[in-house]
């Protein structure tokens, strides 16, 4: 009986060590931040081919956006680009800013994007 307890303990220490291990590879990996000029990089990116598959009549002016905010959220990244029109005196139909959303994933993949609410005056 004294020989039985280094054994016992011996196997709880083994079990608890595979235990730990097992655990530890289950658990997802954490992806690398993204930097800001990286998630500029994607979201022009992905900007740029969803207007090449857009047949929206503001395709032109929208590829003329530039980034005016870039948010890191829970979820990913929010870019917002804005194309703003009729500011000058030149213009005087008012202004028109035409905003397009984007929005990825932690690794750079496109989530999705969003149209506007544009500004008018």
Do not use: N
């Not at 009549?57 to 990244?77: C, F, H, M, N, Y």
């Not at 750079?108 to 544009?118: A, F, K, S, T, Y």
């Amino acid at each position: 009986m004294h020989h039985l307890r280094p054994s016992i303990f011996a196997a709880f220490a083994v079990t608890l060590l595979l235990t730990t291990a097992v655990g530890c590879s289950q658990q997802p990996a954490e992806q690398p931040s993204l930097s800001d000029a990286q998630v500029r990089q994607f979201a022009t990116k992905h900007r740029d081919e969803w207007l090449a598959k857009s047949a929206s009549e503001d395709a032109a002016v929208l590829a003329r956006s530039t980034i005016v905010l870039v948010e890191k959220q829970p979820q990913g990244w929010h870019i917002t680009f804005k194309t703003p029109t009729g500011h000058s005196q030149a213009t005087p139909e008012g202004i028109h800013d035409y905003y397009l959303h984007v929005y990825i994933k932690p690794s750079g993949e496109l989530d999705r994007i969003v149209r506007g609410p544009d500004l008018l005056s």
